[in-house]
């Protein structure tokens, strides 16, 4: 649990800092869209049994720098 959800309301837990205020909030907000957008990209080219959906799902994960 983020230890500043009680104090700013912040509900996204992907953030380490130590400290956090409302521009820090914005930044995880981002960031949690992105590992939303990454996974849900990485479930289409698993789920996947076409060839070159996967290699297109896989070159857009490169270019996120997301590929494993």
């Known amino acids: 649990m983020n230890p500043w959800h009680e104090s700013l309301g912040c509900e996204v837990n992907v953030c380490s800092a130590t400290e ?18 990454v996974a849900y990209i990485k479930l289409l080219r698993d789920t996947t049994k076409l060839n070159f959906l996967k290699d297109g799902y896989t070159k857009i994960l490169q270019g996120m720098e997301a590929d494993e």
């Open 20 to 37: 956090c205020n409302g521009i820090r909030m914005s930044f995880c907000a981002l960031r949690k869209a992105y590992l939303e957008r």
